[in-house]
Structures are given as structure tokens and as C-alpha cells.
């Protein structure tokens, strides 16, 4: 059975850092692109990072660029995202995903999130 648990949130200061990871379980991980994503109060549930399945794929939302980098251990089955100069409209709970399909690039469906981990960041 697949299982996505995430970990690495808390409350932090605009312009600190945060590294999140997302140990993975129930599938081949290493077959599979995986996501990261972010639903802010009150807002949908957006895609800010994705890797391919082979970790030589990238994709980051536009507000995010240059900030956070998502990054992958196949022999942990763990994703992470390392999150730089944080700002407060960086605020939600951050979920990890993995996709419909395998062997993808970073652009793809996703299906199955874990729970998520809390980020918090003050002014």
C-alpha cells in the first residue's frame, strides 16, 4: 500500500530556510516523477516543484524559482525540498505526490498525496 509522509515544517522568519522530505513507500519509487505541492489558506492546491523519474528533470512554479530546489535520494526513497529566502505568501501545508504514471517527466498528473507538513513564515 502506497504511503507518502512528509516532514521538515515549522514556524519560521521571512528570508530563513526550511528543508522538507517526504519518505515514500508502497511503489517502485525510483519509476516515478515526483511533486511537491502547496495549498495556502483559503486558495487551491498548487504544484511548486516536480523532478522526473530519473532526477535529470525539473519543473518550478514561477514564485518559486530560484528559491526552492526539489531534490531526490532513490536509494532513500525520499524527495526533498529545500526552500530558501522564505516569504510569508510561502505559507501552507506542503504535500508531497506521486503520479498516475510512471517513468515521466516533471509535468505530469498527480494522484496520491501524503498529509502534508505545516510551513509557516512570519513577517
Known amino acids: 500500500q502506497e504511503q507518502l509522509v512528509e516532514s521538515g515544517g515549522g514556524l519560521v522568519q521571512a528570508g530563513d530556510s526550511l528543508r522538507l522530505s517526504c519518505a515514500a513507500s508502497?511503489?517502485?519509487?525510483?519509476?516515478?516523477?515526483m511533486g511537491w505541492f502547496r495549498q495556502a489558506p483559503g486558495k487551491e492546491r498548487e504544484l511548486v516543484a516536480a523532478?522526473?523519474?530519473?532526477?535529470?528533470?525539473?519543473a518550478y512554479a514561477d514564485s518559486v524559482k530560484g528559491r526552492f530546489t526539489i531534490s531526490r535520494d532513490n536509494a532513500k526513497n525520499t524527495v526533498y525540498l529545500q526552500m530558501n529566502s522564505l516569504k510569508p505568501e510561502d505559507t501552507g501545508v506542503y504535500s508531497c505526490?506521486?503520479?498516475?504514471?510512471?517513468?515521466?517527466?516533471?509535468?505530469?498528473?498527480?494522484?496520491?498525496w501524503g498529509q502534508g507538513t505545516q510551513v509557516t513564515v512570519s513577517s
Open positions: 508502497g511503489r517502485t519509487f525510483s519509476n516515478y516523477a
Open positions: 523532478i522526473a523519474w530519473h532526477g535529470f528533470g525539473t
Open positions: 505526490a506521486f503520479p498516475t504514471l510512471g517513468f515521466t517527466g516533471p509535468n505530469t498528473t498527480y494522484d496520491y
